[in-house]
């Protein structure tokens, strides 16, 4: 079955620092993958999606990420980090039936 | 205006009641979900609707139902709220795409049982 592990509940950076969010997952063919963010009271607004192709994937708000099937990972990166994307990140694989399945979720803490 | 929205927003109730929670998109998606979210756990699926006349369970029906009263109009009931059935409500909706359809999500509903 698929899965998501979000290793990370918490990560913490400063304002203007570099961020990695890690993604792994478990699917047997190859995965259609999805960073979705959640803002303080808001929904899921969806940051950036690989399907296939390129496997470097640009997203909204500076935001990338970069699928690597050997390492079955889709990690999300930005080079600087604003006190705005203070949020809870989630990644999903989509699975048989048109769904998607979703990690744990990450929550980032932006210092100043 | 918001393309998927649901109401209410926010809401508490007492063991036992019966609830429903209301989901409304208007860009014209043909499929439609509901999902719950528990702190730790992500989201879980609960039903979906690839549409009108079609239904099917997810991962964690049991205690909820559902209605697709039109194309634009997605409903999820808890006939006899419980406690452990506190929690974030999302609607989500998708088109058909490319593979696995990209789904947008409402604001969420957060539910409160007593």
């Known amino acids: 079955a698929q899965s998501v592990t979000q290793p990370d509940i918490h990560i913490t950076v400063s304002e203007g620092a570099s961020l990695e969010l890690r993604c792994n997952y478990s699917y047997g063919a190859t995965p259609y993958l999805f960073w979705y963010v959640q803002s303080p009271g808001q929904g899921l607004q969806l940051l950036l999606k690989y399907f296939s192709g390129d496997t470097l994937v640009q997203g909204i708000k500076g935001f990338e990420a970069e699928f690597k099937r050997s390492q079955s990972s889709f990690n999300l990166r930005k080079p600087s980090v604003h006190w705005s994307d203070a949020a809870e990140y989630f990644c999903?694989?989509?699975?048989?039936?048109?769904?998607?399945?979703f990690g744990a979720g990450t929550i980032l803490r932006v210092k100043s | 205006d918001a393309d998927v929205t649901q109401t209410p927003r926010n809401r508490i109730t007492k063991t036992g009641k019966r609830i429903m929670l209301e989901c409304s998109q208007t860009k014209g998606h043909d499929r439609m979900y509901w999902y719950r979210q528990d702190p730790g756990l992500g989201l879980q699926l609960i039903y979906y609707s690839f549409d009108v006349k079609d239904i099917n369970k997810g991962e964690i029906s049991d205690g909820y139902s559902v209605s697709r009263q039109a194309q634009a109009k997605f409903s999820l009931s808890l006939e006899s709220a419980i406690p452990n059935q506190t929690a974030l409500y999302f609607c989500?909706?998708?088109?058909?795409?490319?593979?696995?359809?990209?789904?947008?999500f409402g604001p969420g509903t957060r539910l409160t049982v007593l």
């Open positions: 999903a694989v989509g699975a048989p039936g048109n769904k998607l399945v």
């Open positions: 989500a909706t998708s088109d058909h795409g490319e593979g696995t359809d990209t789904q947008y």
